[in-house]
């Protein structure tokens, strides 16, 4: 039998062996040929852009009066997503009122976006306002809160606690405005309102 007879008859087959083969060969060319492979300069954890510490920052909204201020005896900037983890914050979100005192607050950790808009406290969240008017003293505690401090809003899926004089709420996943005092209790809620003094 001839070999271009068989060939013939069988056309598909050898082709696809025959390309196989060149993949194969132009592959073993390349890694022969070519450069080795980059070793990475530095093997280990991200690094931080910088690191701070007893650090203080403010945080101005688009009409220029402050939206939050916050400290931490421990600050890093990453290098990869710019953004800033925090150990213990303490922080204050104005209330842009007249008459009406900022809200103080501390946590474990914190973590800031890039841009300022999200702030994440992490770990037992403590808030406080003291009294104005004829609105006593204000705490609430949680855990794990995200904040847009810009717009004045907070939010979390644990449990919280607010005290306020007398009355006391509690509940399972809270959402906050802190712009018009709106407290939203999302489950499991309970509360305790004294009578009004006349």
Do not use: C
């Amino acid at each position: 039998m001839n070999l271009r007879l068989w060939l013939r008859d069988r056309r598909l087959p050898a082709a696809t062996v025959a390309v196989a083969v060149a993949a194969g060969l132009g592959q073993l060319l390349l890694w022969w040929l070519g450069p080795a492979p980059k070793t990475p300069d530095f093997v280990g954890p991200p690094r931080s852009g910088y690191t701070l510490t007893d650090a203080r920052m403010t945080e101005y909204n688009a009409e220029g009066l402050p939206s939050f201020h916050l400290q931490s005896p421990h600050l890093e900037r990453r290098e990869g997503d710019e953004s800033l983890y925090l150990n213990a914050p303490t922080f204050q979100l104005p209330a842009n009122q007249a008459g009406v005192p900022d809200w103080l607050g501390q946590s474990l950790y914190g973590w800031v976006n890039k841009d300022g808009t999200q702030l994440k406290l992490q770990g037992p969240v403590e808030m406080n306002r003291a009294a104005f008017d004829d609105t006593p003293a204000t705490r609430i505690q949680t855990a794990d809160v995200t904040a847009w401090p810009k717009q004045n809003r907070l939010e979390t899926a644990a449990p919280a606690q607010m005290v306020q004089g007398g009355t006391r709420i509690s509940g399972i996943g809270m959402r906050a405005d802190l712009n018009d005092k709106h407290l939203e209790l999302l489950d499991d809620v309970h509360a305790t309102f004294p009578p009004r003094q006349r």
